[in-house]
């Protein structure tokens, strides 16, 4: 029993250290890197809101680079960066008008 649970942690061990380096990723393996459910997933890929690949229309696959970029789109500013812009606007606003 506790050679049967040795040998499971080293398994999963084993494909953590794996996914970090793999560029393409199956739809289980996509689920699990963006934490989705299946069902999840399967509505953003049915309604064309996440890119993905399906060879011969059968398997879907995603590109990690893919996904990060999906994750990291619609960049919320900080509050610091709002009142930057703002002092930039006011001070460009004024020194055009004369």
Request: hydrophobic share 30%; with cysteine.
């Amino acid at each position: 029993m506790e050679n049967q649970i040795l040998e499971n942690l080293s398994k999963s061990e084993s494909l953590y250290r794996s996914q970090p380096t793999k560029e393409i990723l199956n739809f289980v393996e996509a689920c699990t890197f963006l934490s989705y459910s299946k069902s999840y997933l399967y509505k953003l890929t049915h309604s064309r809101r996440i890119l993905h690949y399906k060879p011969n229309n059968k398997m879907l696959y995603f590109k990690r680079s893919d996904l990060e970029d999906w994750l990291l789109r619609n960049r919320v500013k900080t509050a610091d960066e709002i009142e930057q812009e703002a002092i930039d606007y006011v001070a460009k606003k004024k020194g055009g008008v004369r």
